[in-house]
């Protein structure tokens, strides 16, 4: 059985940086498309970083040129670098593997104040 486990999240202030991490257990991240997803209070899931089984990375407009999505094949690891936080950016990021998602993770919650 799969498992994701994100960590990493916290409060921070406009401008600032956070890197979030997720392990998996079971089969190798390598074998299949991963992404990071993040849900804000009333609104609905939204991709993230999207990372497909050949290594290419698409980014959500809104992250561009300020998330890095990374991933550590040999610890079976999955890195979301998040720099210049904005308060839009709060939200709960979740891992997820496979195309349709298939394995989540149970989230790490991400503030951004002003």
């Known amino acids: 059985q799969v498992q994701l486990v994100e960590s990493g999240g916290g409060s921070v202030q406009a401008g600032e940086s956070l890197k979030l991490s997720c392990a998996a257990s079971g089969s190798p991240f390598s074998i299949e498309p991963t992404g990071w997803y993040r849900q804000a209070p009333g609104k609905e899931r939204e991709l993230v970083a999207y990372?497909?089984?050949?290594?290419?990375?698409d980014y959500a407009d809104s992250v561009k040129g300020r998330f890095t999505m990374t991933r550590a094949n040999a610890k079976n690891m999955l890195y979301l670098q998040m720099s210049n936080l904005k308060p839009e950016d709060t939200a709960m990021y979740y891992c997820?593997?496979?195309?349709?998602?298939?394995?989540w993770g149970q989230g790490t919650q991400v503030t951004v104040s002003s």
């Open positions: 997820a593997r496979g195309d349709p998602p298939h394995s």
């Open positions: 990372r497909r089984s050949g290594g290419s990375t």
